[in-house]
C-alpha cells in the first residue's frame, strides 16, 4: 500500500515518491447524455447518437490550471464536484462496463491510459472519449517510475504520449506517474518536458486494486471524499464497476457532482 503523505496545500508538490503498491490490473461535459440514459453494452459500444465511424473524438490538451502547483492533489473544497479518476487498463468488457454505469448516472470521469493497453485495444481510446470522459498519461509500461533513471523515465512518459497522439491528436490532458501517488521533483521536471503542465495526483485512494469487494471500495471512497477530492480508481476490476453506481448515489445525496478533473480544477 502507498504510505499516506502528510497534508499540505491544495495539490501540494510532495518531496518525493511513495511506497509503491503493485496495481494488478490494472462535470458533466457538453453534449454528454443525461441521467438515465441507455448506456453502451460492450467495449466497442458508444453512447446513444455518438457516431460509429472514423477516429477516435480529438482529446483535450494538457489542461493548465493557473493558481494551481505543478502536483495536483485535489482540486477546490468550496464547490460541489469531485474528480473520479481511473487508471487505465484491464479487460476492456469490464472498462467499458464502468463508463457505461458512470453515463447513466450522468458522471464523467478521467482515465488515465497504459500506453501498452492502448497498443492491445486502441478502440478504448474512442470509447472513452465519445463517452464525454477525459484521457490522460500513466506511462507505456506501468513500472516504477520514480525508481527509474531519468532517460528510461522519460521514455516511459513520451511512449505514451505518442500513443495518445496517434489515436486522439494530443498528448492528453494530464499525466499521472505510475505505481506512485506522489511524483518525485525529477518525474515532475520530465513530465514538464514533455509537455503536461501538471502531476496529477489524488487525495483519496479507493483502494479498489486489491480487489476487497465492492462494499469496501464504496465504503472506503464515500468516507473519504469530499468537495474537491480526487479520488484514485481502477478499470478491470469487478468490484469498482459493482461499487460505481452506490458511490455515485452517495455523491449524489451529498449534493456532489462526479465531473472530470479539468472541469473540477478550472
Known amino acids: ?20 503498491r503493485t496495481d494488478t490490473a ?3 461535459a457538453s453534449g454528454a447524455p443525461p441521467p438515465g440514459g441507455t448506456g453502451p453494452s460492450g467495449p466497442g459500444a458508444r453512447p446513444s447518437g ?6 477516435a473524438r480529438r482529446a483535450r490538451p494538457p ?10 492533489q485535489h482540486g477546490p473544497r468550496r464547490g460541489d464536484a469531485v474528480a473520479l479518476t481511473f487508471h487505465g487498463q484491464g479487460d476492456p468488457k469490464t472498462a467499458a462496463a464502468l463508463l457505461g454505469e458512470a453515463e447513466r448516472a450522468g458522471a464523467r470521469v478521467t482515465v488515465l491510459a497504459v500506453g501498452s493497453w492502448l497498443d492491445e485495444q486502441p478502440l478504448m481510446a474512442r470509447r472513452i472519449l465519445d463517452g464525454g470522459h477525459e484521457l490522460g498519461n500513466h506511462t507505456q509500461r506501468h513500472l ?5 533513471p531519468a532517460p528510461e523515465a522519460y521514455a516511459e512518459i513520451t511512449g505514451c504520449a505518442d500513443r495518445l497522439r496517434k489515436l486522439t491528436g494530443t498528448i492528453g490532458s494530464w499525466f499521472r506517474p505510475s505505481r506512485t501517488q506522489y511524483a518525485t521533483a525529477l518525474v515532475t521536471r520530465l513530465a514538464r518536458k514533455a509537455g503536461y503542465p501538471h502531476v496529477l495526483s489524488y487525495d483519496v485512494d479507493s483502494l479498489d486494486a486489491d480487489d476487497p469487494g465492492a462494499p469496501a471500495v464504496q465504503r472506503t471512497v464515500l468516507d473519504r471524499a469530499r468537495a474537491g477530492s480526487i479520488v484514485s480508481l481502477h478499470l478491470g476490476h469487478a468490484g469498482t464497476v459493482a461499487a460505481l453506481p452506490p458511490i ?6 451529498r449534493g456532489l457532482r462526479a465531473v472530470t478533473t479539468t472541469e473540477l480544477v478550472t
Open 1 to 20: 500500500m502507498l504510505r499516506t503523505a502528510t497534508a499540505v496545500a491544495a495539490g501540494a508538490l510532495a518531496p518525493g515518491c511513495a511506497t509503491a
Open 26 to 28: 490494472p462535470v458533466r
Open 50 to 55: 455518438t457516431a460509429t465511424s472514423g477516429a
Open 63 to 72: 489542461t493548465r490550471a493557473p493558481g494551481l502547483p505543478v502536483q495536483i
Open 144 to 148: 516504477d517510475l520514480c525508481a527509474l
Open 248 to 253: 455515485l448515489d452517495g455523491l449524489h445525496r
